[in-house]
């Protein structure tokens, strides 16, 4: 499989002149392109937070513990005094970092059911709940986070299923298949988990409906041949 240098390179690589392009179309403003750019990023790491000795178990429980600080401190900035909201986001920062690292590396399986898609579908989900009630970002950007998040954590899995097929003797190595699936079917109950932290994630998410209106410039299904038709001749004309 690739490995951490690899995942951040490539999902770097691909998420940036994509989060870009949102910009240069008119999708997104300059702060959510860049929003977009830094999630694809750490979709690209999120699968192999189920790997015991993996930088990217660190690098993730690392900013999560940071955003928990983060919360900690905003939450408390209006009720206690300042060295409580400062004890209080050491303590957050620490309890995710150590405590619950080590409960989630006990309970998680290299290349189990957190690397597939459905865990990728989870990722996405539970992102945009998070960076709308939490971060109060916009309805369309969060929507874009999550999509993006999704994307990072998919080009993981097409990473780890190219770099088991080695090319050089022409031979499929064992751990082909074992990244790019549905999702575990050996695990059916963390599957049920994953599949009910999805429904959760979506229920508790807002309309996607801000992303449709992005693409008001798309013909009508019943224009959708002639304009096809247009866009050919259009292209004929300029290369003739």
């Not at 999120?46 to 993730?60: C, G, K, Q, V, Y």
């Not at 940071?66 to 303590?91: N, R, T």
């Not at 059911?113 to 971060?135: D, K």
Request: hydrophobic share 55%; net charge negative; proline share 3%.
């Amino acid at each position: 499989m690739a490995d951490f240098k690899t995942h951040f390179t490539v999902a770097a690589i691909l998420s940036a002149p994509l989060a870009a392009s949102t910009f240069i179309m008119g999708f997104a403003n300059m702060n959510e392109a860049i929003f977009y750019a830094l999630a694809g990023t750490l979709g690209g790491l999120l699968p192999d937070i189920d790997a015991d000795d993996s930088a990217a178990i660190r690098l993730i429980f690392r900013l999560f513990g940071a955003l928990a600080g983060g919360l900690a401190i905003a939450f408390g900035m209006e009720k206690l005094i300042h060295w409580q909201v400062l004890a209080l986001a050491i303590v957050s920062y620490l309890v995710v970092r150590f405590p619950i690292q080590w409960v989630f590396e006990q309970f998680t399986i290299h290349r189990g059911t957190l690397h597939s898609l459905l865990a990728n579908m989870m990722f996405a989900m539970l992102a945009v709940p998070i960076t709308y009630h939490l971060f109060a970002l916009e309805v369309k950007t969060a929507w874009g986070i999550g999509g993006f998040i999704f994307l990072g954590a998919t080009i993981h899995l097409i990473l780890d299923e190219l770099y088991s097929i080695e090319l050089s003797g022409m031979r499929i190595k064992r751990s082909f298949g074992t990244a790019m699936k549905l999702t575990d079917w050996g695990e059916p109950l963390a599957s049920l988990v994953l599949l009910l932290c999805c429904v959760v994630g979506y229920w508790l998410s807002p309309s996607a409906e801000a992303w449709i209106t992005a693409f008001t410039w798309w013909p009508e299904n019943v224009q959708l041949s002639e304009w096809f038709i247009q866009e050919l001749n259009e292209l004929r004309q300029l290369w003739g």
